[in-house]
């Protein structure tokens, strides 16, 4: 036993330290460029990188983690190239489309005399393309139990972007829409030489069975990454949409502070989904439940000191006025933190096979978020877009409780398939 939980630990770790140093190194980018840019122009960049992350979740329509659900579905593990095939199929069609999209839009941006919106469209599919292939890469290698390959391509690829970027910022003080482009052509770069990596590993033909499996499952999935991306950065857009720029840069500086929480987050469900695979009986799933929950909340409280030292610390390496207000990243990072009590109930429900009730679970947060910032933020700016996405949070792990609940009581007929 002692073995096994050194061996997982080890596992574990690649992962981790992947997403650390993939935190690490955004941190310090927008640390950089919040001194670099004007307060506008921090909150287009920050608004610009938000949205690519949620276009790529569009692209990737949940095929990625099909991949690492697949790796213990016992009909399917000698089939994971077919797999894999078809997810690769999925992503360029879609990246295709999204390319004749905005090959047609950027005449009519220019004709309208706005050349920088089409070059910020240009920057944004470059990255949105690139950021679901270095993902799907990603998820390739921890579906092959390779997590030392998986930490290396997240650590790697940040690293990267961060040095091309930093020096793009500071040839091109002032020019957001540059250091964009150089972020969104490194991640492009990458995803495409990463997929060129493990295209030439023998892969049999899709089955014509697995398919639509793949896609049934995903889609949903799909659909619950592009309502997680949407509802991380859903303040940013909402204040941009009503004409705060300043506000949204204020609003972006706490956002970037507190998604180190994020990548907690994310490391924490991509364990747990590989986790919750092996469980063999729903009797044994409230044990799981109960083991996960405890480490949510052990997570959760060794947050909370963390949050305090950011906000200690970064007055010192951000403009005053970026930093005025303090409560917009207690609330911004406690709305972060809620997610990890949320992890395990998602979790639960993909061993029951219904990421559709997660989806559910995340619609109503994203909904109630928007109808309160329209409320709050009007009148009260970051801070209003703040409150609406730590209140909001509240309703979204409430929803995924119930949603749990309700699955609970169906069926798993995939699982059984």
């Known amino acids: 036993m002692t073995s096994g939980v050194k061996r997982h630990a080890g596992q574990l770790s690649h992962v981790i330290a992947g997403k650390l140093t993939l935190l690490s190194a955004n941190v310090a980018l927008m640390l950089l460029l919040s001194n670099r840019l004007n307060i506008e122009g921090f909150g287009f960049f920050v608004a610009a990188v ?9 692209l990737l329509l949940g095929v990625e983690h099909g991949m690492i659900r697949l790796r213990t579905v016992e009909t399917l ?11 690769r199929s999925v992503i360029l069609r879609s990246s295709g489309v999204l390319v004749l999209g905005v090959a047609a839009a950027i005449p009519i941006l220019i004709w309208a005399g706005k050349p920088r919106l089409a070059g910020a469209l240009t920057a944004g ?11 799907y890469a990603y998820s390739y290698r921890l579906a092959k139990c390779d997590y030392r390959a998986a930490g290396i391509i997240q650590s790697g690829t940040a690293l990267v972007r961060l040095a091309v970027t930093a020096m793009v910022s500071l040839l091109a003080p002032a020019d957001p829409l540059a250091a964009f482009f150089s972020f969104a052509g490194v991640s492009l770069a990458s995803g495409m030489l990463l997929n060129l990596g493990f295209a030439r590993i023998p892969m049999p033909s899709p089955g014509t069975a697995v398919i639509p499996w793949l896609l049934r499952y995903s889609a949903p999935q799909g659909a619950v990454n592009v309502a997680a991306a949407f509802g991380v950065y859903q303040g940013t857009f909402l204040l941009r949409s009503t004409g705060q720029d300043e506000a949204s840069g204020v609003f972006g500086v706490s956002l970037a502070l507190s998604m180190g929480f994020v ?7 991509e364990y747990l989904l590989s986790r919750v695979a092996h469980v063999n009986s729903r009797p044994l799933l409230r044990r799981f439940l109960w083991n996960s929950m405890l480490a949510a909340l052990t997570l959760a409280l060794a947050c909370i000191p963390a949050v305090w030292l950011i906000q200690v610390v970064a007055p010192w390496f951000l403009k005053t006025a970026a930093v005025s207000t303090g409560i917009i990243f207690y609330l911004l990072a406690g709305s972060m933190i809620l997610l990890l009590l949320q992890v395990p109930l998602e979790s639960a429900c993909h061993f029951l096979l219904r990421p559709d009730l997660v989806f559910g679970g995340w619609s109503l ?11 709050l933020a009007p009148q009260h700016g970051a801070l209003g877009a703040a ?21 609970r009581r169906g069926r798993t007929e995939l699982r059984e398939t």
């Open 50 to 58: 938000g949205m690519q992350i949620f276009a790529s979740r569009v």
């Open 125 to 135: 599919a470059m990255g949105t393309i690139g950021t679901a292939l270095v993902d």
């Open 387 to 407: 409150a609406a996405q730590f209140i909001a949070a509240f309703i979204g792990l409430a929803a995924m409780a119930v949603a749990l609940m309700v699955a």
């Open 365 to 375: 947060r994203v909904g109630f978020c928007a109808f309160i910032g329209l409320a």
């Open 263 to 269: 990548a907690l987050c994310n490391g924490f469900f």
């Open 77 to 87: 593990q000698e089939r994971c190239g077919d797999v894999v095939l078809a997810g």
